[in-house]
């Protein structure tokens, strides 16, 4: 089984499973109690907080614990929504962002918001100039994804948070993909939401970095867990687990520094696709993040090659899903320009610490296998 | 006095089957029973022609009336009340019932109509009506009579040893039970029409196996999963049924590498077709049945029907045949197989579409194609391929 569907979620870590175990059996009070188990608890879920926080250089007063990072991206949305509205009405982010963002903003929009939608160029490079000119003192909020999902894209958030502030909106950028292949030290973000599912942690437990003194309400309210800002009896397993995943992040730095990163898997895997398969189009940006590479196979269906890669026990994803009767195309390859024809042959090969070289020759036999045979029927559909 | 729910349940066209009734009724107990054996305390029996279901008084009700519903061969069913075969008795009784629906339907009137199934019994039918008419009018100082148009009509079943007394007959589907009419092999794609005609044939008592082809991996396994469930809606009524499996792609590959673009789908069509066939032979089904419905698409026109059939020596049953879609709809709302069927996962029939589908083929051209395919082969190779998936009951 090779796995290379990493953007989607990982593989938890064997480290954060037994971690999670052993917290599991043992450690199981509430952090809210007063009580010795109570406390111990409580020290868990601090621990790793610190752990977290250490990512950022933050202080652990700035860091929630909450569901992932669709409750994040909603949380600051709606959040600064409320408690900006007298200031101002509106809001900049992407026009390539996860729908957990794009969706809130269409809520907000229907609220009388006024959104704005940054555009990309072909290689998903941020059009800057586009985001100067619309974020205005009317804006509130500018909100910009660290890395893509779809091609691995490495946005310029440090500019873009320079020019929120020049205009005295608060920057939110969603990590999801970006966190633990990014450095976000001194981004200049507000707002960092992170999902330990996508670094080797467990699904369902995320957190978020909310800088001091900027006033973020409260999405979820009751028992006043996480200072007030995210009630909730704490996920004590998942913080934990999200704390190990944590540390081992290290491990990859390690590996980069080596020789033996994610780096040297891509562009194996890039050349060997560009060697051996023709009239293909990598759609990923020559300086994207090294743990996705978004390719399109002309005059093929990606989810085609998809289902016949699983067969041999390869998974990837596509960049449209091609029901008959749903075309549900990749909205950031349609926001890149790419034809119709280029996503709908898109794969998307994401990777990880636990892939290797030898494994990608396997993936660039079945491929190249897949993409002939299917290229013969390619006319028909 | 009685701690029992009370059902009773009326054979359709069962009664009518001559030599067969009995073993007719007792598979329809067998269903019954199957159907029920999730619940607890549940005693089924035939008596006078009739079937008693007796459950405990805190029983799901309508589960159970569902449950029962589900079987084929079910006319209608009753929850009832009994009471000896005693005036006295019956009219407490039908009292104590009568109080029940005013209190729980607002009743204003009511009629009485009784049935003597007991002949020896002293008083006739339309007396025994009156009689405890007049003692409900009594006790239910709220109720008139209205002969025409009652908002409730008491039923008194008046038999040797017991009576019985109810008000509503909750229809049943009708139809035969399940097993006394062979066995078929239904061609299943996860649309809306093959699931409704696999349920139309059970319910004449047809037991059934399912094919269904796919072209993995132009189709998603999520299809597949699609077809299961959909199975697993019929076969609540149908019965545990088997799905044959079969990959169409290498056949759909050979056809679209050597055979006109327009012909594709009647080609694959009449692959299908001989498939099944084989499938059928093999797992003792008498018959094909599709859910082929005339003119719904190119495939289905009376001219590529002929050509389908052609292919084929084993009766094809098209229940849906000359039923309107909105029909057909409405069915498969009422069977429960509706919302699963509008799932958008690709069927492996959009698969290969071609632009501009043949409506009025020809056997001699579409037999002329075919002589380019080794038809045996693959049809052999398919059958071989097949995975069979079970579906419970």
């Known amino acids: 089984m090779i796995y290379l569907d990493n953007s989607a979620t990982t593989r938890q870590a064997d480290e954060v499973t037994e971690a999670m175990m052993k917290v599991m059996k043992e450690t199981y009070g509430n952090p809210s109690s007063l009580h010795d188990m109570g406390l111990a608890a409580e020290k868990k879920v601090n621990w790793a907080r610190g752990e977290f926080a250490s990512m950022f250089g933050a202080h652990p007063d700035e860091i929630i614990f909450n569901s992932g990072g669709t409750e994040g991206d909603n949380s600051v949305f709606y959040g600064i929504a409320n408690s900006m509205k007298h200031r101002g009405k509106k809001i900049v982010t992407s026009c390539v962002e996860h729908p957990a963002v794009l969706e809130a903003c269409k809520r907000l929009e229907k609220r009388g918001f006024e959104i704005s939608y940054i555009g990309v160029d072909k290689d998903c490079r941020l059009n800057m100039d586009q985001l100067e000119e619309e974020v205005d003192g009317d804006t509130i909020l500018v909100s910009v994804m660290t890395v893509n999902n779809e091609t691995g894209a490495v946005m310029p958030i440090r500019a873009a948070a320079e020019i929120a502030h020049d205009h005295g909106a608060a920057f939110h950028t969603d990590a999801v993909q970006g966190f633990g292949k990014v450095n976000l030290k001194n981004s200049g973000a507000d707002f960092v939401t992170v999902s330990a599912h996508k670094f080797h942690g467990p699904k369902g437990v995320g957190a978020m970095y909310a800088r001091k003194n900027v006033n973020l309400p409260a999405f979820i309210v009751g028992g006043g867990q996480e200072r007030g800002q995210r009630s909730g009896t704490e996920n004590v397993p998942g913080i934990v687990g999200l704390g190990v995943a944590c540390q081992l992040l290290s491990g990859d730095e390690e590996a980069v520094r080596s020789g033996v990163g994610l780096d040297k898997i891509r562009e194996y895997l890039k050349v060997g696709i560009l060697d051996r398969i023709s009239d293909v189009k990598i759609n990923s940006p020559e300086d994207g993040a090294s743990s996705v590479l978004n390719v399109s196979f002309l005059g093929t269906r990606g989810e085609v090659i998809l289902h016949s890669l699983e067969s041999e026990g390869i998974y990837v994803s596509t960049g449209s899903a091609c029901s008959s009767h749903k075309k549900g195309q990749s909205h950031v390859l349609s926001a890149m320009g790419l034809s119709h024809k280029e996503i709908e042959g898109a794969i998307r090969f994401s990777f990880c610490r636990y892939n290797t070289i030898d494994e990608m020759d396997i993936v660039l036999d079945s491929l190249e296998k897949a993409v002939r045979r299917f290229r013969k029927l390619g006319s028909f559909r | ?393």
């Open chain 2, 1 to 393: 006095m009685n701690e029992q729910n009370i059902f009773i349940v009326r054979c359709g066209e069962v009664a009518l089957k001559g030599m067969n009734k009995p073993y007719f009724e007792k598979t329809l107990v067998d269903r019954i029973r199957k159907n029920l054996r999730g619940m607890e305390g549940v005693d089924v029996r035939r008596h006078e022609g009739l079937i008693f279901v007796r459950a405990e008084k805190n029983v799901n009700a309508e589960e159970l009336i569902k449950q029962i519903s589900k079987v084929f061969g079910v006319a209608s069913i009753s929850p009832a009340v009994e009471a000896p075969s005693e005036l006295d008795a019956i009219g407490e009784e039908a009292v104590k019932f009568m109080l029940k629906q005013i209190e729980d339907r607002d009743i204003k009137t009511f009629k009485v109509e009784a049935k003597r199934a007991d002949k020896n019994f002293p008083v006739k039918s339309p007396d025994i009506a009156r009689i405890i008419g007049a003692k409900v009018l009594i006790g239910c100082k709220v109720l008139k009579v209205d002969v025409h148009e009652p908002d409730c009509r008491l039923f008194v079943d008046l038999r040797d040893d017991k009576t019985y007394i109810f008000d509503e007959k909750i229809q049943g589907f009708g139809g035969l039970p399940l097993g006394t009419n062979g066995k078929g092999l239904i061609l299943m794609s996860g649309g809306i029409d093959s699931p409704v005609a696999a349920w139309m044939m059970a319910k004449r008592g047809m037991l059934l196996e399912a094919v269904h082809f796919h072209s993995y991996p132009y189709t998603s396994p999520r299809a597949q999963q699609k077809v299961e469930e959909l199975a697993g809606i019929v076969a609540s009524y149908s019965g545990r049924m088997k799905i044959h499996v079969i990959n169409l792609l290498p056949i759909q590959e050979q056809i679209v590498q050597n055979c006109p673009e327009e012909e594709t789908t009647i080609l694959v069509r009449r692959f299908m077709m001989r498939i099944a066939e084989k499938v059928a032979e093999k797992s003792r089904c008498m018959m094909l049945i599709t859910g082929e419905n005339l003119g719904q698409v190119a495939s289905q026109t009376a001219e590529a029907l002929v050509v389908t059939d052609a292919c084929v020596k084993m009766p094809v049953m098209r229940p849906l045949i000359a039923m309107d879609k909105v029909d057909i709809m409405d069915k498969a709302r009422e069977i429960g197989t509706y919302e699963k069927s509008i799932e958008p996962y690709e069927d492996c029939c959009t698969v290969f579409l071609p632009k501009h589908p043949t409506t009025k083929p020809h056997l001699d051209r579409i037999e002329a194609s075919e002589s380019r395919l080794d038809v045996e082969g693959l049809v052999e190779a398919a059958v071989k391929s097949e995975e069979i998936v079970d579906i419970k009951g």
